[in-house]
């Protein structure tokens, strides 16, 4: 469902949406059967064709080659490709690098985009982001223990880091580390890095098992640790100790792009759930779709997407108009309602689906497992309902100190 449909969008989303009916969803049965890298090469001729097609990395302004959209119109490409686990990727706009490209194009000196942003663009290579440590609570990152200690003209970088998105593969991490650990303010303690993968002392220690899957390369969650890991200075981003002001900037527009996507994969399984409510035969011709109990469940899916749709979108428009800092309260208010959004509706289509919902046969056991994190990462849901009711309560002459 397509709300704001401007003249940009009536030109490229009836192409966009064709590609993913159908050139991507006809893959999904054998990327259900294997791991990534084993399709991969079927996804590099979707990705020419996206090429040709004039439609690579959408999200990018004209400037950059890409589509020069809005927030608000990017949203919603962002949603017909969030209807197959890899839209995304196909358009070279997947997290990680979609965080790293708007981070590194915002903030980075010319040699950190000359040397790592030109060939992420085209797509020849992928990158990930490195910050949060199994030692220390994610949802708390000052107490993260990586540092990067200055050596001449080189930063000399040791950690250990997990759950680092696509490491398996990647041709660099933007590393999260304290360069200025004795400033006052805690916020201003670290900063963000370029480390090449193939640099000495960087070591993916493992694809973490996540949910019963070996997930590797785009799929991956990496154990890293950092040893002695020598990157000239000349890869820090922006400033020394301004790590934490680019998370938040790279999280806001990020927010809008991951509950676009889930809306999307909203959409699918709701189709998926009504086509097997109207044709499943519950015996003497009575249909599943006639049961209440599941017309409740298609009644309450659609009202909570359409509401889900219209809370993004009206973040996306109030970061388009004010910018990211503005829509903080509304941003951290769709990352946990949408994601409950997501997976309540999920629930519902592999109820109905029965035994079948749980097999690799649809789409939707994958989605089940792998979207369970949604209310994890990005911040879990109870540090941002604990930001908006503190937000909330300041307005009523509340103490909102955290304690
Ligand atoms: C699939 C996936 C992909 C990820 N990708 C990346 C990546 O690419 N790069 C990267 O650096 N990190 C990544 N992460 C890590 C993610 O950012 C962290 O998992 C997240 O910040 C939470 O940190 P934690 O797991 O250490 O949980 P903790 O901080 O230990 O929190 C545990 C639980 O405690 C509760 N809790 C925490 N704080 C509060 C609070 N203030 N009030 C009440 N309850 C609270 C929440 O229920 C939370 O789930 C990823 C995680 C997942 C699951």
């Known amino acids: 469902m397509t709300i704001f449909l401007t003249p940009k969008l009536e030109t490229v989303l009836p192409k966009i949406k064709a590609i993913v009916q159908d050139q991507i969803i006809p893959l999904e049965a054998d990327f259900l059967q294997h791991n990534f890298s084993k399709v991969k090469p079927k996804l590099e001729a979707i990705r020419q064709l996206v090429k040709q097609e004039g439609l690579w990395n959408p999200h990018l302004s004209s400037a950059h080659g890409g589509l020069g959209l809005s927030l608000v119109e990017f949203g919603q490409i962002s949603e017909v490709l969030g209807h197959t686990p890899y839209g995304h990727y196909c358009f070279n706009c997947n997290a990680p690098d979609i965080g790293n490209q708007e981070l590194i194009l915002g903030n980075a000196s010319e040699h950190i985009k000359d040397t790592f942003l030109a060939p992420l663009l085209k797509g020849n290579i992928r990158s990930c982001f490195s910050m949060t440590e199994p030692e220390f609570a994610g949802s708390n990152p000052t107490e993260m223990d990586t540092s990067a200690v200055k050596d001449g003209d080189n930063y000399i970088i040791n950690g250990h880091k997990w759950f680092t998105s696509s490491a398996d593969g990647a041709s660099f991490a933007v590393v999260m580390a304290n360069t200025n650990p004795d400033a006052e303010n805690k916020y201003q303690r670290a900063s963000m890095i370029v480390v090449p993968t193939d640099t000495k002392g960087f070591e993916l220690v493992c694809n973490i098992p996540v949910m019963g899957e070996a997930n590797d390369d785009y799929f991956s969650h990496g154990e890293v640790r950092y040893t002695n890991c020598k990157v000239p200075l000349k890869n ?86 004010e910018g990211a800092k503005a829509a903080r309260i509304e941003i951290s208010t769709i990352k946990f309602y949408v994601a409950n959004v997501l997976q309540r509706v999920l629930d519902r289509a592999v109820q109905t689906h029965g035994a079948l919902g749980l097999t690799d046969y649809t789409v939707l056991s994958f989605w089940y497992r792998h979207e369970r994190a949604a209310r994890i990462y990005d911040g879990p849901d109870e540090v941002h309902k604990a930001a908006l009711a503190r937000q909330i309560l300041k307005g009523y002459g509340l103490n909102t100190k955290v304690v």
Request: glycine share 10%; net charge positive; charged share 20%.
């Open 236 to 321: 820090l981003i922006g400033i020394e100790g301004a790590g934490f002001s680019l998370a938040q900037q790279r999280l806001g527009p990020g927010r809008i792009h991951h509950c676009m996507r889930w809306i999307g994969i909203c959409e699918r399984a709701f189709d998926l759930m009504c086509k097997h409510a109207a044709s499943r035969d519950l015996g003497n011709g009575v249909k599943l779709g006639q049961k209440q109990s599941i017309q409740n469940f298609i009644a309450e899916s659609r009202a909570e997407i359409n509401a889900a749709r219209f809370m993004v979108l009206h973040t996306a428009l109030k970061i388009d108009n």
